[in-house]
């Protein structure tokens, strides 16, 4: 990452909520090729969160804190705060002595920009501020969160229009914090119900949602030069798992997660 930061755009995409074995299962049957293309080897790689819910799951994230590979380790760090001890900060993780990613990237010369998505990022309360307020600029409206049938593909319009404001050669950390995965999400599926309400089926579509839109914001992160982007969840949810729903709890539909990170070359299309 030390070859990266400095020189490439870089993306943090989190698919708040998405289960692995629903993105597992819908890129191996070719629901969502505008993901699958760019995930190596076409498949999404099998990893454990740093948090249970979204609130704990980003400021560990932010810290460098990414999704864990779901193997023994210890795992190589992309990004980590300095701190003595590390057992996974490595030669090529990009070291900070800040205590957080986006104020590193600020100092390193990015404008970091996040666009939210659930509750967390609507800085309405307080606490909804705390993680916009790590950003140089942040934006959250309506529109973006989990109630809109559109939020996605409104959240990519803001993306493509902060893009196309910024001066050529200014570097660009862009956090997008999708919500369409978040219940509720029935009405993502065509003839569900509001009273029959969410289910792993309504997840489903709503990832095929994203994926309909996701070519846009790739498109409008490499128009100016080659970006680094990581999409993953930040947790997953149950829907009935075990007698579980939803998430803040420790069960494997929670616990495990999708992860990817790629190039995405100058000018790369949609």
């Given at each position: ?16 909520t998405?289960?692995?074995?629903v993105?597992?299962?819908l ?6 090729p505008?993901?699958?293309r760019?995930?190596?080897g076409?498949?999404?790689e099998?990893?454990?969160a740093?948090g249970?819910?979204?609130y ?7 810290a ?8 023994p380790?210890p795992?190589?760090?992309l990004f ?21 990613l ?13 666009i ?6 609507n800085?309405?309360p ?13 934006h959250?409206e ?6 809109s049938p559109?939020s996605f593909?409104?959240?990519?319009a803001r993306a ?5 404001r ?5 570097r ?25 309400g ?5 997840h ?6 994203v994926?309909?839109?996701i ?10 030069r ?9 947790h997953g949810t149950?829907?009935g798992?075990?007698?579980y729903?939803?998430?803040r ?14 190039f995405?070359?100058?000018?790369a299309?949609?």
């Open positions: 990452m030390n070859a990266v930061v400095g020189s490439d755009d870089l993306l943090l995409v989190t698919l708040d998405l289960r692995f074995d993105a597992e299962e890129a191996a049957a070719g629901r969502i505008n993901l699958a760019r995930l190596p076409g498949v999404w099998k990893r454990h740093p249970s819910f979204t704990a799951s980003h400021q560990a994230m932010f460098g804190f990414l999704p864990t590979p779901a193997a380790g795992h190589p760090r980590a705060a300095r701190f003595a001890g590390s057992e996974s900060t490595a030669d090529g993780t990009f070291v900070h002595d800040t205590a957080d986006p104020s590193a990237l600020a100092g390193a010369g990015y404008r970091t920009v996040c939210g998505g659930v509750g967390f990022f800085r309405r307080p606490l909804g501020s705390v993680l916009p307020a790590l950003f140089q600029e942040s959250w309506p529109g973006f969160g989990v109630a559109t593909e409104e959240q990519v493509e229009h902060v893009v196309a910024l001066p050529p050669q200014q660009l950390f862009l956090f997008v914090n999708v919500s369409a995965l978040h219940q509720p999400n029935w009405f993502h599926l065509p003839g569900a119900t509001a009273d029959a969410d289910s792993r089926e309504t489903a579509a709503a990832l095929e949602y994926d309909r839109h070519g846009r914001l790739f498109a409008a992160v490499s128009s100016r080659r970006c680094f982007a990581i999409v993953c969840s930040d149950a829907y798992d075990d007698g729903t939803g998430h709890l420790g069960h494997e539909s929670v616990w495990t997660v999708p992860y990817a990170h790629f995405l070359d100058a000018g299309s949609r």
